[in-house]
């Protein structure tokens, strides 16, 4: 089993920052793909970021630009900047642990991030 926790959510007003951090139990990202989705109220849950073991990234064309998704294998922690943030935005923003080869899947909590000025 592992467990992730998101932390660094909160109110930014547009244009504003945030940075979004993932925290894994134990070492995994040799393993896994790291992605970061969203849901907003009344949307579907959709794919942000994400970065796989060998370190590719990739992201939704709507963020391309203005985030980025890194890790930091020491601390079992992957982070989502968030940069020129806008009302869109707004969401609850999940961190998701695949397996590149088995259907193994991890989920954190969830942290809300809101962009309203």
């Known amino acids: 089993q592992v467990q992730l926790v998101e932390s660094g959510g909160g109110l930014v007003q547009p244009g504003g920052s945030l940075r979004l951090s993932c925290a894994a139990s134990r070492s995994i990202f040799s393993s896994y793909t790291m992605n970061w989705y969203r849901q907003a109220p009344g949307k579907q849950r959709e794919l942000v970021a994400g970065i796989t073991s060998g370190g590719t990234t990739n992201y939704a064309d709507s963020v391309k630009g203005r985030f980025g998704v890194s890790r930091d294998n020491s601390k079992n922690t992957v982070y989502l900047q968030m940069n020129s943030l806008k009302p869109e935005d707004t969401a609850v923003y999940s961190c998701?642990?695949?397996?590149?080869?088995?259907?193994?899947?991890?989920w954190g909590q969830g942290t809300q991030v809101t962009v309203s000025s």
């Open positions: 998701n642990a695949r397996h590149q080869f088995v259907l193994i899947n991890y």
